[in-house]
Protein backbone atom coordinates (compact mmCIF):
# COMPACT_ATOMS: atom_id res chain seq x y z
CA UNK A 1 0.00 0.00 0.00
CA UNK A 2 1.28 3.63 -1.14
CA UNK A 3 2.12 6.05 2.00
CA UNK A 4 1.14 9.37 2.04
CA UNK A 5 2.96 12.77 0.61
CA UNK A 6 3.73 13.88 4.28
CA UNK A 7 5.07 10.25 4.62
CA UNK A 8 6.64 10.63 1.79
CA UNK A 9 8.30 13.70 2.35
CA UNK A 10 9.32 12.87 5.96
CA UNK A 11 10.98 9.70 4.04
CA UNK A 12 12.93 11.41 1.70
CA UNK A 13 13.55 14.35 4.54
CA UNK A 14 15.80 11.30 6.33
CA UNK A 15 17.67 10.66 2.97
CA UNK A 16 18.50 14.36 1.71
CA UNK A 17 17.43 16.89 5.29
CA UNK A 18 14.16 18.49 4.51
CA UNK A 19 16.11 22.13 3.55
CA UNK A 20 16.95 19.34 0.77
CA UNK A 21 13.31 18.83 -1.02
CA UNK A 22 11.73 22.01 -2.55
CA UNK A 23 8.05 22.33 -2.62
CA UNK A 24 7.33 25.82 -3.07
CA UNK A 25 5.05 26.70 -6.14
CA UNK A 26 7.91 29.09 -7.99
CA UNK A 27 10.27 25.99 -7.62
CA UNK A 28 7.89 23.35 -8.65
CA UNK A 29 6.87 25.34 -11.97
CA UNK A 30 10.14 26.43 -13.00
CA UNK A 31 11.31 22.37 -12.91
CA UNK A 32 8.20 21.34 -14.98
CA UNK A 33 8.10 19.17 -17.63
CA UNK A 34 5.85 21.07 -20.81
CA UNK A 35 3.56 22.25 -17.99
CA UNK A 36 3.47 19.24 -16.17
CA UNK A 37 4.83 20.12 -12.46
CA UNK A 38 6.56 17.61 -9.45
CA UNK A 39 5.27 17.34 -6.42
CA UNK A 40 9.13 17.87 -5.06
CA UNK A 41 12.38 18.99 -5.74
CA UNK A 42 15.06 17.05 -4.33
CA UNK A 43 18.39 17.79 -3.90
CA UNK A 44 21.00 14.70 -3.09
CA UNK A 45 24.67 15.04 -1.75
CA UNK A 46 26.50 12.50 -3.36
CA UNK A 47 25.79 9.02 -4.47
CA UNK A 48 23.98 7.08 -1.27
CA UNK A 49 21.28 9.48 -1.36
CA UNK A 50 20.53 8.78 -5.32
CA UNK A 51 20.66 5.25 -4.54
CA UNK A 52 18.09 5.66 -1.59
CA UNK A 53 15.96 8.17 -3.09
CA UNK A 54 15.49 6.24 -6.16
CA UNK A 55 15.12 3.14 -4.20
CA UNK A 56 12.20 4.86 -2.37
CA UNK A 57 10.84 5.67 -5.63
CA UNK A 58 10.72 2.50 -7.26
CA UNK A 59 8.97 1.43 -3.88
CA UNK A 60 6.24 3.89 -3.98
CA UNK A 61 5.75 3.89 -7.82
CA UNK A 62 7.05 7.22 -8.11
CA UNK A 63 8.16 8.67 -11.45
CA UNK A 64 11.55 10.32 -11.17
CA UNK A 65 12.95 13.42 -13.65
CA UNK A 66 17.26 13.59 -13.44
CA UNK A 67 17.76 17.55 -13.92
CA UNK A 68 21.35 18.88 -14.06
CA UNK A 69 21.51 22.78 -15.01
CA UNK A 70 17.94 22.49 -16.81
CA UNK A 71 19.04 23.96 -20.12
CA UNK A 72 17.76 21.14 -21.69
CA UNK A 73 14.86 19.94 -19.52
CA UNK A 74 12.38 20.47 -22.70
CA UNK A 75 14.45 18.40 -24.32
CA UNK A 76 11.97 14.77 -25.61
CA UNK A 77 8.35 14.33 -25.61
CA UNK A 78 5.65 15.47 -22.45
CA UNK A 79 6.46 12.64 -19.83
CA UNK A 80 3.84 10.51 -19.15
CA UNK A 81 3.70 11.74 -14.99
CA UNK A 82 6.04 13.24 -12.70
CA UNK A 83 6.31 13.54 -9.16
CA UNK A 84 9.87 13.93 -8.24
CA UNK A 85 12.87 15.77 -9.65
CA UNK A 86 16.41 14.54 -8.80
CA UNK A 87 18.81 18.19 -9.00
CA UNK A 88 21.88 16.91 -9.41
CA UNK A 89 23.87 20.27 -9.23
CA UNK A 90 25.05 19.70 -5.85
CA UNK A 91 27.26 16.51 -6.53
CA UNK A 92 29.49 18.62 -7.92
CA UNK A 93 33.28 17.49 -7.34
CA UNK A 94 36.19 15.74 -8.90
CA UNK A 95 36.20 12.51 -7.39
CA UNK A 96 40.08 11.79 -9.63
CA UNK A 97 41.89 13.57 -11.90
CA UNK A 98 45.40 12.00 -13.48
CA UNK A 99 47.12 14.75 -15.74
CA UNK A 100 50.01 12.19 -16.58
CA UNK A 101 47.03 9.67 -17.94
CA UNK A 102 44.92 13.15 -19.64
CA UNK A 103 41.82 11.15 -17.10
CA UNK A 104 39.32 12.73 -15.13
CA UNK A 105 36.62 10.86 -12.94
CA UNK A 106 33.70 13.55 -11.88
CA UNK A 107 30.57 13.74 -10.35
CA UNK A 108 27.44 14.47 -12.86
CA UNK A 109 26.61 17.84 -11.44
CA UNK A 110 30.09 19.36 -12.43
CA UNK A 111 29.45 22.27 -14.76
CA UNK A 112 31.55 22.24 -17.90
CA UNK A 113 32.96 26.09 -16.75
CA UNK A 114 34.61 25.00 -13.61
CA UNK A 115 35.50 21.60 -14.62
CA UNK A 116 37.51 23.55 -17.54
CA UNK A 117 39.18 26.19 -14.89
CA UNK A 118 40.54 22.81 -13.00
CA UNK A 119 41.44 21.71 -16.16
CA UNK A 120 43.07 24.10 -17.57
CA UNK A 121 45.55 24.62 -14.26
CA UNK A 122 47.70 21.65 -16.02
CA UNK A 123 47.16 22.91 -19.95
CA UNK A 124 44.41 20.43 -20.81
CA UNK A 125 40.64 20.18 -21.55
CA UNK A 126 37.44 18.25 -21.79
CA UNK A 127 36.77 18.36 -25.56
CA UNK A 128 32.85 19.36 -25.57
CA UNK A 129 31.34 22.53 -26.38
CA UNK A 130 27.48 22.03 -26.55
CA UNK A 131 25.11 24.90 -27.29
CA UNK A 132 24.56 26.19 -23.96
CA UNK A 133 28.33 26.22 -22.82
CA UNK A 134 30.01 26.04 -19.65
CA UNK A 135 26.70 26.47 -17.26
CA UNK A 136 25.65 23.07 -18.44
CA UNK A 137 26.86 20.16 -16.25
CA UNK A 138 28.58 17.27 -17.60
CA UNK A 139 26.18 14.38 -16.02
CA UNK A 140 23.46 16.26 -18.72
CA UNK A 141 25.48 16.63 -21.42
CA UNK A 142 25.85 13.07 -21.67
CA UNK A 143 22.53 12.27 -20.60
CA UNK A 144 21.33 14.25 -23.97
CA UNK A 145 24.01 13.24 -25.76
CA UNK A 146 24.93 17.25 -26.84
CA UNK A 147 28.29 18.13 -28.53
CA UNK A 148 29.32 21.25 -30.32
CA UNK A 149 31.32 22.40 -33.07
CA UNK A 150 34.29 20.69 -31.13
CA UNK A 151 32.98 17.68 -32.27
CA UNK A 152 34.21 17.96 -35.47
CA UNK A 153 37.70 17.18 -34.22
CA UNK A 154 37.57 15.19 -30.90
CA UNK A 155 33.99 13.76 -31.26
CA UNK A 156 31.08 13.53 -29.22
CA UNK A 157 30.26 12.44 -25.53
CA UNK A 158 30.04 8.69 -26.29
CA UNK A 159 33.85 9.07 -27.84
CA UNK A 160 34.92 10.46 -24.84
CA UNK A 161 33.13 8.75 -21.64
CA UNK A 162 35.82 5.93 -20.75
CA UNK A 163 33.36 4.69 -17.70
CA UNK A 164 30.03 5.81 -15.64
CA UNK A 165 28.75 5.22 -12.58
CA UNK A 166 25.19 5.59 -12.92
CA UNK A 167 22.31 4.38 -10.37
CA UNK A 168 19.38 1.79 -11.67
CA UNK A 169 15.62 3.00 -11.80
CA UNK A 170 15.34 0.39 -8.35
CA UNK A 171 18.20 2.19 -6.78
CA UNK A 172 21.18 -0.19 -7.27
CA UNK A 173 24.95 1.50 -7.98
CA UNK A 174 26.12 0.20 -11.15
CA UNK A 175 29.56 0.85 -12.68
CA UNK A 176 30.30 -0.05 -16.63
CA UNK A 177 33.51 1.25 -18.66
CA UNK A 178 37.54 2.03 -17.59
CA UNK A 179 39.67 3.76 -15.97
CA UNK A 180 42.20 3.89 -18.67
CA UNK A 181 42.34 5.38 -22.46
CA UNK A 182 44.16 2.12 -23.70
CA UNK A 183 41.36 -0.29 -22.20
CA UNK A 184 38.89 -1.50 -24.56
CA UNK A 185 36.49 -3.28 -22.43
CA UNK A 186 33.21 -2.84 -20.76
CA UNK A 187 32.42 -0.10 -23.34
CA UNK A 188 29.11 -0.70 -23.94
CA UNK A 189 27.18 0.15 -21.07
CA UNK A 190 28.30 3.55 -21.04
CA UNK A 191 27.05 4.06 -24.43
CA UNK A 192 24.44 2.96 -23.79
CA UNK A 193 23.62 6.11 -20.66
CA UNK A 194 24.77 8.04 -23.33
CA UNK A 195 21.97 10.06 -25.04
CA UNK A 196 19.25 7.82 -22.97
CA UNK A 197 18.25 11.01 -21.43
CA UNK A 198 18.23 9.66 -17.96
CA UNK A 199 15.77 7.05 -19.32
CA UNK A 200 17.73 3.67 -18.30
CA UNK A 201 19.74 5.51 -15.04
CA UNK A 202 20.95 8.07 -13.35
CA UNK A 203 24.39 9.18 -13.63
CA UNK A 204 26.49 10.32 -10.94
CA UNK A 205 29.90 9.66 -12.06
CA UNK A 206 31.72 9.94 -15.50
CA UNK A 207 35.22 9.06 -16.29
CA UNK A 208 36.38 11.06 -19.19
CA UNK A 209 39.04 11.15 -21.69
CA UNK A 210 41.12 14.50 -21.94
CA UNK A 211 42.95 16.52 -24.84
CA UNK A 212 46.11 18.70 -24.04
CA UNK A 213 44.44 22.39 -24.81
CA UNK A 214 46.35 23.58 -28.12
CA UNK A 215 48.96 26.44 -27.08
CA UNK A 216 47.49 28.91 -29.36
CA UNK A 217 43.79 28.99 -31.37
CA UNK A 218 41.92 31.44 -33.99
CA UNK A 219 39.46 31.97 -35.12
CA UNK A 220 38.41 33.55 -38.40
CA UNK A 221 34.89 34.22 -40.10
CA UNK A 222 34.18 33.70 -44.03
CA UNK A 223 31.36 36.24 -45.29
CA UNK A 224 29.75 35.09 -48.30
CA UNK A 225 26.95 35.71 -50.56
CA UNK A 226 24.12 33.08 -50.59
CA UNK A 227 23.81 29.16 -48.65
CA UNK A 228 25.26 28.05 -52.06
CA UNK A 229 28.14 30.54 -51.76
CA UNK A 230 28.58 28.79 -48.49
CA UNK A 231 28.81 24.87 -49.39
CA UNK A 232 31.20 25.83 -51.80
CA UNK A 233 33.66 27.14 -49.60
CA UNK A 234 33.07 24.71 -46.91
CA UNK A 235 33.24 21.60 -49.59
CA UNK A 236 37.17 23.72 -50.04
CA UNK A 237 37.73 23.86 -46.79
CA UNK A 238 37.21 20.25 -46.11
CA UNK A 239 38.99 18.89 -49.10
CA UNK A 240 41.91 21.45 -48.73
CA UNK A 241 45.08 20.35 -46.23
CA UNK A 242 43.76 22.82 -43.35
CA UNK A 243 43.09 21.44 -40.30
CA UNK A 244 40.09 23.49 -38.43
CA UNK A 245 39.44 21.96 -35.01
CA UNK A 246 35.73 24.14 -35.24
CA UNK A 247 33.74 25.11 -38.55
CA UNK A 248 30.22 27.21 -37.78
CA UNK A 249 27.84 28.22 -39.96
CA UNK A 250 25.44 30.87 -40.08
CA UNK A 251 22.52 31.65 -42.21
CA UNK A 252 22.31 35.83 -42.83
CA UNK A 253 19.79 36.27 -39.63
CA UNK A 254 22.31 34.77 -37.35
CA UNK A 255 25.14 35.99 -39.37
CA UNK A 256 23.90 39.87 -38.46
CA UNK A 257 24.66 38.89 -35.04
CA UNK A 258 28.50 38.32 -35.67
CA UNK A 259 31.34 41.04 -35.67
CA UNK A 260 31.20 43.78 -38.73
CA UNK A 261 28.16 44.49 -40.45
CA UNK A 262 28.64 42.61 -43.88
CA UNK A 263 25.31 41.28 -44.94
CA UNK A 264 24.78 37.41 -45.86
CA UNK A 265 25.44 33.82 -44.67
CA UNK A 266 28.80 33.03 -43.01
CA UNK A 267 31.30 30.24 -41.95
CA UNK A 268 33.29 30.69 -38.48
CA UNK A 269 36.48 28.64 -38.76
CA UNK A 270 38.87 28.21 -35.64
CA UNK A 271 42.37 26.39 -35.63
CA UNK A 272 43.94 25.54 -32.79
CA UNK A 273 47.71 24.87 -32.73
CA UNK A 274 51.27 26.42 -32.07
CA UNK A 275 51.22 29.96 -32.45
CA UNK A 276 52.77 29.78 -36.11
CA UNK A 277 50.50 27.03 -37.39
CA UNK A 278 47.50 28.99 -36.58
CA UNK A 279 48.63 32.36 -38.45
CA UNK A 280 49.81 30.14 -41.32
CA UNK A 281 46.43 28.33 -41.34
CA UNK A 282 44.18 31.96 -41.21
CA UNK A 283 45.77 33.17 -44.12
CA UNK A 284 45.43 29.84 -46.03
CA UNK A 285 41.93 30.10 -45.36
CA UNK A 286 41.96 33.70 -46.33
CA UNK A 287 43.43 32.97 -49.97
CA UNK A 288 40.52 29.52 -50.21
CA UNK A 289 37.79 31.92 -49.40
CA UNK A 290 38.58 34.95 -52.35
CA UNK A 291 38.96 31.82 -54.72
CA UNK A 292 35.08 30.99 -53.79
CA UNK A 293 34.28 35.30 -53.73
CA UNK A 294 34.34 35.29 -49.93
CA UNK A 295 35.88 37.24 -47.14
CA UNK A 296 38.08 36.19 -44.25
CA UNK A 297 38.36 38.57 -41.29
CA UNK A 298 39.48 37.89 -37.51
CA UNK A 299 37.33 36.86 -35.43
CA UNK A 300 37.28 36.95 -31.52
CA UNK A 301 37.46 33.52 -30.13
CA UNK A 302 34.41 34.69 -27.66
CA UNK A 303 32.06 34.02 -30.89
CA UNK A 304 32.40 30.49 -29.95
CA UNK A 305 30.68 30.99 -26.07
CA UNK A 306 27.60 33.00 -28.02
CA UNK A 307 26.44 30.65 -30.63
CA UNK A 308 22.79 30.38 -28.61
CA UNK A 309 22.63 34.40 -29.03
CA UNK A 310 20.92 33.51 -32.42
CA UNK A 311 17.70 32.54 -30.60
CA UNK A 312 13.92 34.06 -32.26
CA UNK A 313 11.80 35.14 -29.39
CA UNK A 314 11.53 34.74 -25.46
CA UNK A 315 9.77 30.90 -26.48
CA UNK A 316 11.85 29.52 -29.37
CA UNK A 317 11.15 26.50 -31.35
CA UNK A 318 14.52 24.65 -31.78
CA UNK A 319 15.25 22.02 -34.20
CA UNK A 320 18.18 20.24 -35.13
CA UNK A 321 18.63 18.77 -38.51
CA UNK A 322 20.87 16.39 -39.27
CA UNK A 323 21.96 15.52 -42.74
CA UNK A 324 25.00 14.73 -45.09
CA UNK A 325 27.84 17.92 -45.24
CA UNK A 326 27.46 18.11 -48.71
CA UNK A 327 23.64 18.45 -48.64
CA UNK A 328 23.94 21.54 -46.00
CA UNK A 329 23.88 23.97 -48.36
CA UNK A 330 19.97 22.82 -49.89
CA UNK A 331 18.74 21.86 -46.45
CA UNK A 332 19.51 25.33 -45.33
CA UNK A 333 17.97 26.94 -48.80
CA UNK A 334 14.71 24.70 -47.82
CA UNK A 335 14.34 24.98 -43.98
CA UNK A 336 14.45 29.14 -45.08
CA UNK A 337 11.83 28.79 -47.50
CA UNK A 338 9.55 26.88 -46.07
CA UNK A 339 10.11 29.52 -42.93
CA UNK A 340 9.44 32.19 -45.48
CA UNK A 341 6.08 30.61 -46.58
CA UNK A 342 4.62 30.36 -43.52
CA UNK A 343 6.07 33.72 -42.02
CA UNK A 344 8.12 32.77 -39.42
CA UNK A 345 11.88 34.32 -39.37
CA UNK A 346 14.33 31.51 -38.80
CA UNK A 347 17.87 32.01 -37.25
CA UNK A 348 20.57 29.08 -37.89
CA UNK A 349 23.43 28.17 -36.51
CA UNK A 350 25.65 24.78 -38.17
CA UNK A 351 27.96 22.60 -37.00
CA UNK A 352 29.37 22.46 -40.55
CA UNK A 353 31.60 19.81 -40.61
CA UNK A 354 29.56 17.26 -38.59
CA UNK A 355 26.17 18.06 -41.20
CA UNK A 356 24.16 19.72 -38.27
CA UNK A 357 21.95 22.30 -38.89
CA UNK A 358 20.72 24.09 -35.67
CA UNK A 359 17.54 26.57 -36.41
CA UNK A 360 15.78 28.81 -33.96
CA UNK A 361 11.84 29.92 -35.02
CA UNK A 362 9.53 31.50 -33.05
CA UNK A 363 6.59 30.06 -32.39
CA UNK A 364 3.91 32.52 -33.52
CA UNK A 365 0.10 32.18 -33.42
CA UNK A 366 -0.75 28.68 -32.27
CA UNK A 367 2.23 27.46 -34.26
CA UNK A 368 0.35 24.44 -35.82
CA UNK A 369 0.88 25.40 -39.29
CA UNK A 370 4.39 25.93 -38.78
CA UNK A 371 4.14 22.48 -37.61
CA UNK A 372 2.30 20.93 -40.66
CA UNK A 373 3.86 23.05 -43.10
CA UNK A 374 7.71 23.16 -41.86
CA UNK A 375 8.30 20.57 -39.53
CA UNK A 376 6.59 17.52 -40.99
CA UNK A 377 8.08 18.30 -44.67
CA UNK A 378 11.31 18.56 -43.53
CA UNK A 379 11.63 16.18 -41.61
CA UNK A 380 9.91 13.55 -44.12
CA UNK A 381 12.46 14.76 -46.45
CA UNK A 382 15.24 14.21 -44.37
CA UNK A 383 14.26 10.76 -43.53
CA UNK A 384 14.20 10.00 -47.44
CA UNK A 385 17.84 11.36 -47.50
CA UNK A 386 18.85 8.80 -44.04
CA UNK A 387 18.90 11.66 -42.07
CA UNK A 388 16.96 13.15 -39.22
CA UNK A 389 15.55 16.16 -37.76
CA UNK A 390 14.53 16.37 -33.65
CA UNK A 391 12.38 18.84 -32.34
CA UNK A 392 14.83 20.03 -29.17
CA UNK A 393 12.70 22.69 -27.57
CA UNK A 394 8.81 23.47 -28.66
CA UNK A 395 5.78 24.57 -26.64
CA UNK A 396 4.11 22.12 -24.60
CA UNK A 397 0.92 22.93 -26.41
CA UNK A 398 2.32 22.04 -29.87
CA UNK A 399 3.79 18.46 -28.95
CA UNK A 400 0.68 16.55 -29.28
CA UNK A 401 0.76 17.95 -33.09
CA UNK A 402 4.81 16.84 -33.56
CA UNK A 403 6.53 13.53 -32.55
CA UNK A 404 10.01 15.39 -30.53
CA UNK A 405 12.29 12.43 -32.52
CA UNK A 406 10.68 11.61 -35.72
CA UNK A 407 10.35 7.97 -36.84
CA UNK A 408 12.78 5.23 -35.66
CA UNK A 409 13.25 1.73 -37.46
CA UNK A 410 10.81 -0.47 -35.83
CA UNK A 411 13.94 -2.97 -35.59
CA UNK A 412 15.90 -0.59 -33.47
CA UNK A 413 12.75 0.56 -31.49
CA UNK A 414 12.38 -3.34 -30.22
CA UNK A 415 15.58 -3.74 -29.15
CA UNK A 416 15.30 0.41 -27.09
CA UNK A 417 12.69 -1.72 -25.89
CA UNK A 418 13.58 -4.40 -24.28
CA UNK A 419 16.67 -2.70 -22.87
CA UNK A 420 14.36 -0.24 -21.28
CA UNK A 421 12.32 -3.50 -19.51
CA UNK A 422 15.51 -4.55 -18.59
CA UNK A 423 16.97 -1.31 -16.44
CA UNK A 424 13.95 0.35 -15.73
CA UNK A 425 10.64 -2.54 -15.55
CA UNK A 426 8.51 -0.50 -13.58
CA UNK A 427 8.88 2.74 -15.61
CA UNK A 428 10.48 5.14 -13.18
CA UNK A 429 12.86 7.50 -15.00
CA UNK A 430 11.12 10.13 -17.52
CA UNK A 431 8.68 7.79 -18.84
CA UNK A 432 7.72 8.63 -22.29
CA UNK A 433 9.92 11.05 -22.96
CA UNK A 434 12.07 9.40 -25.23
CA UNK A 435 12.02 7.61 -28.28
CA UNK A 436 8.78 5.44 -29.31
CA UNK A 437 7.25 7.03 -25.93
CA UNK A 438 10.08 5.03 -23.44
Known sequence: MAVSSPALFGALSDIVGSSQILTDRAALAGAALDGIEPRWIVRPRGLEDVSRVLALAAAEGLVVAPRGAGSRAGFGNPPRRLDLVL???????????????MVATVQAGITLGALA???GEKGQMLALDPHGGR??????????????PLRFRYGTGRDLLLGVRFVQADGTVTWGGSKV???VSGYDVPKLMVGALGTLGVIVEATLRLHPAPAASGSSLVRVESPSAVQDVLAAVLDSPLEPDRIALFNSAAARRLPGSASGPALLVSFGSVEEAVKSQAESLARLAAGHGGRAQPAPGSVWDRLEEHEAGPEPIRLILGCEIRRLGHWLGELERLAAAVGAPVSVVGEAGNGVL???????GDGR????????????????EGGSLVVETMPARLKAECDAWGAIAPGALAIMRRIKQEFDPRGVLNPGRFVGGL
Do not use: C, F, M, Q
Not at 135 to 143: F, K
Not at 358 to 364: I, N
Not at 373 to 384: C, K, Q
Open 117 to 119: ERL
Open 87 to 101: DLSRLDAVIEYVPED
Open 181 to 183: VKS
Open 135 to 148: ARTVGGVLATNSSG
Open 358 to 364: RASLAAG
Open 369 to 384: ALVRELILPLRSGLES
